[in-house]
C-alpha cells in the first residue's frame, strides 16, 4: 500500500462520528497542571486555584472559578470539561443509603453507593459516611452471584473517573465521605496501576485529603496483587470476598479461586499479616444452600482467627437474572454465632440497602439494557 503523502489534507470529517471527547480537568495532577498553564503563560500560583475550586471547594463548573480570569476560564473550559463522569440517577432507601448512577464520557456507567453509620448496629460513629467505588465497568471475574459480571467487562475506569466518584458523591450529597472502599463494580485489584494513581488524588493535600487509613480495598483473591499492596508504603486496609471457607465452596461461586485457590490466598494473606498492623477484613455474602451451612461458619473461624480478621456477614442481595436465595435471618444469625462462639469479631449486616438494587452492578445493568447498550443478561 502507497503511504499518503506528507502534505495529505486531512480526511473529510465522517457525519455518524461523535466528536472527540474533551479530556476531564480532574485527571491533571499539580504538575501536569501547572505545566500546561505555563504553556499559556499563565503565573504558578494559578494551578493551586484550579485545584482549590476543584478539590476542596467542589464547585460544579468552571464559570464558579471566580477569582480567575474570565479568558482563562473560557479557554479551560474550550479545551476540558471538568469532570470525568456525570450525575444520572440517584435512587435512595429507607434507611437513607443512597446509589448514584454516573454516566461516563463514553456513554457507559458506573455506580457508587453511600452508605450511613447505624452505631447500634456496628459500633460505628455517628456521622460517618462510607462510599463503595467502582473500579471497572463490567467485571471479567465472573463471580456467579454478581450482577457487576452479567454483561462481561467493557473496560477499566481512568484514575479521574475513580476518583470523580468521590468528588460528585460529596457534591451531591453535600456530606463529607470520611471512609472509602472500592469493591462496587469490577475488581479492584485487576485495575491496579490506575487504582493507584486514583488514591494518590484520593489522600493528597490538594486532592480530597483523605487518610489511607480511611481506604479499604475489596478483591477476590488476586493473590500478586496482595502482595504488592502489603509493600506499599501507605496503610490502605485491605478486605478479602471470601464467599466460601473451602476450595470447594469458592470454586463453585469464585472462578478466581481456580487460579488462587485458597491455600494461595492465606499464604498472600499470611505475607499481608507480616507486612502491616491493620487488621483484614473477611467479606463474606450468605447463600441460601450454598454457603451458609454451619460447618462452613467453623472452617470461617479457624481461618479467621489464625489471620486475626474480622468478619462481615452480608446476606444476599437479589439479582434479577440470577436464582440464588438469600437466607432466612434465623439461618444468617445462626452462622454469625457459630463465628462469635469461637471468639471471633463478626457483624452481620441486614437490609442496608437491600431495596435500591444494592448488589453491585445491578442499577448499572438495568440502565443500559434499557439504553440497548447492552442484552438483557442470561441467568446463570
Not at 253 to 260: C, D, L, S, T, Y
Not at 262 to 280: C, E, P, V
Not at 298 to 325: C, F, M, S
Amino acid at each position: 500500500m502507497t503511504p499518503a503523502p506528507e502534505s495529505a489534507p486531512d480526511p473529510a470529517p465522517d457525519p455518524a462520528k461523535k466528536p472527540a471527547l474533551k479530556p476531564a480537568l480532574t485527571g491533571l495532577d499539580p504538575a501536569a497542571l501547572a505545566e500546561l498553564l505555563a504553556s499559556w503563560g499563565e503565573p504558578a500560583f494559578r494551578a493551586g486555584q484550579v485545584l482549590e475550586w476543584i478539590w476542596k471547594k467542589q464547585v460544579g463548573s468552571l464559570e464558579a472559578m471566580s477569582n480567575l480570569p474570565a479568558a482563562l476560564r473560557r479557554r479551560l473550559d474550550g479545551e476540558f470539561r471538568l469532570d470525568a463522569l456525570e450525575h444520572a440517577h440517584t435512587q435512595g432507601s429507607a434507611d437513607t443509603t443512597r446509589k448514584f448512577l454516573f454516566r461516563l464520557g463514553d456513554g457507559r456507567y458506573v455506580e457508587s453507593v453511600l452508605i450511613p453509620a447505624n452505631p447500634a448496629l456496628y459500633g460505628e460513629r455517628s456521622d460517618r459516611r462510607t462510599l463503595c467505588v467502582s473500579s471497572q465497568v463490567g467485571c471479567a471475574y465472573g463471580c456467579r452471584f454478581c450482577a457487576s459480571g452479567l454483561a462481561g467487562f467493557s473496560r477499566n475506569l481512568e484514575p479521574a473517573e475513580i476518583a470523580g466518584q468521590v468528588l460528585l458523591a460529596e457534591r451531591l450529597s453535600g456530606e463529607r465521605v470520611d471512609n472509602l472502599v472500592f469493591m462496587g463494580m469490577g475488581e479492584p485489584f485487576a485495575n491496579f496501576t490506575r487504582l493507584m494513581e486514583a488514591i494518590r488524588i484520593i489522600t493528597a493535600d490538594w486532592g480530597l485529603h483523605l487518610g489511607a487509613r480511611h481506604l479499604t480495598i475489596s478483591t477476590s483473591g488476586l493473590v500478586p496483587q496482595i502482595r504488592q499492596l502489603a509493600d506499599h508504603p501507605q496503610q490502605i486496609r485491605l478486605a478479602i470476598s471470601l464467599h466460601g471457607a473451602t476450595d470447594e465452596v469458592r470454586d463453585r461461586i469464585m472462578p478466581v479461586n481456580r487460579r488462587w485457590n485458597t491455600a494461595d490466598l492465606f499464604g498472600a494473606l499470611d505475607y499481608w499479616n507480616s507486612r502491616k498492623k491493620q487488621h483484614l477484613t473477611l467479606e463474606y455474602i450468605l447463600i441460601e444452600g450454598v454457603n451458609d451451612a454451619l460447618e462452613q461458619a467453623r472452617i470461617l473461624a479457624g481461618h479467621a482467627r489464625r489471620l486475626r480478621a474480622k468478619v462481615n456477614l452480608i446476606p444476599y442481595n437479589t439479582v434479577e437474572g440470577l436464582d440464588w436465595v438469600r437466607p432466612s435471618e434465623e439461618r444468617c444469625r445462626a452462622f454469625r454465632d457459630v463465628l462469635k462462639d469461637a471468639g471471633v469479631s463478626a457483624t452481620l449486616r441486614l437490609e442496608k440497602g437491600h431495596d435500591i438494587d444494592a448488589a453491585c452492578g445491578q442499577l448499572r445493568l438495568k440502565q443500559e439494557t434499557e439504553e440497548g447498550i447492552v442484552s438483557a443478561p442470561a441467568r446463570r
